[in-house]
């Protein structure tokens, strides 16, 4: 299917946006996703090596394993809901508000996370509470990445779409670095007794001090000026969540397929891993988080030399790269861990799958996607698309892979992680690319195959 659309033509905002205000906004939308990652990524680790045992005690390894990445998934599985609607609202009323609400919400839940007891005192009403919480979350992320990078794109100059785009998945990378390396701080400092008990609370109430940071950041921030312009010209979208399933459905289906690529390799690494490494490698706790630090670090210093790449060749190549690379990859991972199952080589696998891979995936994301969708419905256009892919890719792919790790063998993991890879390789294969132009407030025509 073939499908043309272009932006409505309206009077556009006199002046681009200043350099000043551009970082300002770049600033914004990377402390953003920086809060949701840590938030995220807190949750995954702790589901790793903590919460089986404090919310889930009396399961066997498998079942306790099972639940508490099921947890993880609950979040994820209900993002499309949550972008639909948060998304919707955000291309009727404006980037900004819905920003400051998805900010509160993830922070809220996360602390209320710390706060909650165990099943050893509240017994079965700690797992539904937990559920419950991890649904806030999804619902607060599921406006987060989209929104963010609306916000940085759309202050952005044409030239560095792809550099400042990419600024939302790199505080989302070092989120998840500060979330993994705070659980790693304390259960270091802490007899594992007190850790268990206790000290595993600490790095949850701390992203306090990220949600006040971000809030202060986001509501000095003006409404974005592509938003503005559509604003003064009358021109928002009444429904914009029907206007572009009716009008781009084919950027809808481009982004959920690479979406679901992305995220499915990303948590493949992030909390699938962090649990083999456990069960199925026998590492102990210090070397599993310290292995997810080092794939988030990689990632992060990636994601923006991928980003900035692709505004000097595209960003279809870049992003092909990295599905190219991550099913060829995933023979080499678990090859290299079945001939040795030491710590450092586990590090090794987890740094260069979720660093060169998904930072070459998640780098020009940012700008490829804004790029599809027309200004009027952006927003709900990567609500609906990015989240729907997320829950099937970052919800489905670590759950689905438990299974597959007490098989016996590791070519099925293989076999699931390059599937998945090759998917979003097609898929953006098949996507066209957004024409480029030399002004930020204007775009040519958009063509999407599928």
Same mark, same amino acid.
Request: glycine content about 14%; hydrophobic content about 55%.
């Given at each position: 299917m073939t499908e043309s659309s272009s932006h409505t033509a309206t009077t556009p905002i006199e002046t681009p946006p200043s350099p000043t205000l551009s970082k300002r906004?770049?600033?914004?939308?990377?402390?953003?996703?920086?809060?949701?990652y840590y938030d995220f990524s807190l949750y995954a680790s702790a589901a790793s090596v903590v919460f089986a045992g404090v919310f889930f005690?009396? &399961?066997? #390894?498998?079942?306790?394993?099972?639940?508490?990445?099921?947890?993880?998934?609950?979040?994820?599985?209900?993002?499309?809901?949550?972008g639909v609607i948060l998304g919707s609202l955000g291309d009727r009323f404006g980037r900004k508000k819905i920003l400051v609400l998805t900010l509160v919400l993830m922070g809220a839940a996360t602390m209320l996370v710390g706060l909650l007891p165990g099943y050893s005192r509240i017994g079965w009403l700690a797992p539904v509470l937990l559920v419950l919480l991890r649904i806030v979350q999804g619902i607060g992320a599921s406006a987060e990445y989209g929104g963010a990078t609306l916000v940085a794109v759309e202050f952005s100059s044409q030239r560095r779409r792809g550099l400042l785009g990419s600024l939302p998945g790199m505080g989302a990378a070092l989120g998840g670095v500060l979330g993994t390396g705070a659980l790693l701080a304390v259960s270091t400092a802490l007899p594992k007794d007190v850790f268990l008990d206790w000290g595993w609370r600490i790095p949850f109430l701390l992203s306090g001090l990220i949600l006040a940071y971000g809030l202060w950041l986001r509501r000095s921030l003006p409404e974005t000026p592509e938003f503005r312009r559509i604003e003064q010209a009358d021109a928002t979208a009444k429904s914009p969540v029907r206007d572009v399933i009716r009008r781009q459905p084919g950027a809808l289906v481009a982004v959920l397929v690479m979406t679901i690529g992305q995220t499915g390799i990303g948590y493949f690494y992030l909390v699938f891993m962090g649990t083999f490494g456990a069960n199925q490698l026998e590492l102990d706790r210090t070397a599993i988080l310290v292995g997810l630090i080092a794939a988030q670090l990689a990632n992060a210093a990636l994601i923006p030399l991928f980003g900035g790449l692709s505004d000097?060749?595209?960003r279809k190549p870049v992003i092909a790269f990295g599905f190219s690379y991550s099913a060829?990859? #995933?023979?080499?991972?678990? &090859?290299?861990?079945?001939?040795?199952? &030491?710590?450092?080589?586990?590090w090794v696998i987890l740094a260069l799958g979720n660093g060169v891979g998904v930072g070459a995936i998640f780098g020009p994301m940012g700008a490829y996607v804004t790029e599809l969708f027309d200004t009027e419905h952006a927003y709900s256009g990567l609500g609906l698309g990015r989240e729907a892919g997320n829950a099937i890719g970052a919800a489905a792919v670590p759950v689905v892979a438990v299974p597959l790790a007490f098989d016996g063998t590791t070519v099925w993991l293989s076999l699931l992680l390059c599937g998945i890879a090759l998917l979003g390789l097609v898929a953006a294969v098949l996507s066209g690319s957004p024409s480029r132009t030399d002004d930020v407030h204007s775009r040519d025509r958009v063509h999407i195959a599928v």
């Open positions: 906004a770049g600033r914004a939308a990377f402390v953003g996703t920086l809060l949701e005690s009396g &399961s066997s #390894a498998f079942l306790g394993t099972l639940q508490a990445v099921g947890t993880f998934a609950v979040g994820f599985l209900v993002r499309p809901v949550g000097r060749v595209g060829i990859f #995933a023979w080499v991972a678990f &090859s290299a861990l079945t001939n040795s199952n &030491s710590a450092t080589m586990f």
